[in-house]
């Protein structure tokens, strides 16, 4: 099966997320918003910003934003700025692999890799974006929080 990491779903998560901001976002602030764990969102932010894909300021007022518009970052730079070069095998791009001499198919998943990288590099974290509008919008991420211990009412309140 192939599938995509889910760094890398995180990773595009965020963006689309940063992309959505005025200014500056927290790390914090992210992780409340997409509900990413907050340690993953700061791995996450950092190896986005040294590959160049979201800037960031430190400082008191310190945080992150997009580097470029979200009608120009790819799905597939995202996932390559996550998990490394697109392949869905170790023979793409004429490596080759420990057993290319005996099973014939050298080269030939080029077809197969090429034909997911064209479909990646053609979806933008826009039209990621878009489909995340129409669902329904949660609460604000500064929403208040009850504090621990706080009774909260539930069905069996309402039934004794």
Same mark, same amino acid.
């Given at each position: 099966? #192939?599938?995509?990491?889910?760094?890398?779903?995180?990773?595009?998560?965020?963006?689309?997320?940063?992309?959505?901001? /005025?200014?500056?976002?927290?790390?914090?602030?992210?992780?409340? /918003?997409? @509900?990413?764990? /907050? =340690?993953?969102?700061?791995?996450?932010?950092?190896?986005?910003?040294?590959? @160049?894909?979201?800037?960031?300021?430190?400082?008191?007022?310190?945080?992150?934003?997009?580097?470029?518009?979200?009608?120009?970052?790819?799905?597939?730079?995202?996932?390559?700025?996550?998990?490394?070069?697109?392949?869905?095998?170790?023979?793409?791009? @004429?490596?080759?692999?420990? $057993? &290319? !001499? #005996?099973?014939?198919? !050298?080269?030939?998943? *080029?077809?197969?890799? *090429?034909?997911?990288?064209?479909?990646?590099? &053609?979806?933008?974290?826009?039209?990621?974006?878009? $489909?995340? /509008?129409?669902?329904?919008?949660?609460? =604000?991420?500064?929403?208040?929080?009850?504090?621990?211990?706080?009774?909260?009412?539930?069905?069996?309140?309402?039934?004794?």
């Amino acid at each position: 099966m #192939l599938r995509l990491s889910k760094l890398a779903d995180y990773a595009t998560v965020l963006l689309v997320h940063l992309g959505r901001h /005025e200014g500056l976002a927290t790390a914090a602030a992210l992780a409340v /918003e997409t @509900g990413v764990p /907050e =340690p993953t969102v700061a791995k996450l932010l950092k190896g986005l910003a040294s590959n @160049g894909l979201v800037l960031s300021h430190r400082g008191a007022r310190g945080g992150y934003r997009l580097a470029g518009e979200l009608e120009k970052v790819t799905v597939a730079a995202v996932i390559a700025a996550v998990d490394g070069p697109i392949a869905i095998t170790a023979c793409c791009d @004429g490596r080759e692999c420990e $057993h &290319s !001499s #005996l099973c014939g198919l !050298s080269g030939q998943w *080029d077809v197969v890799n *090429d034909a997911i990288l064209n479909t990646l590099n &053609s979806i933008t974290l826009a039209d990621m974006g878009r $489909h995340a /509008e129409r669902l329904p919008k949660r609460g =604000p991420a500064t929403a208040p929080v009850a504090p621990v211990g706080a009774e909260t009412s539930s069905v069996t309140d309402a039934v004794s």
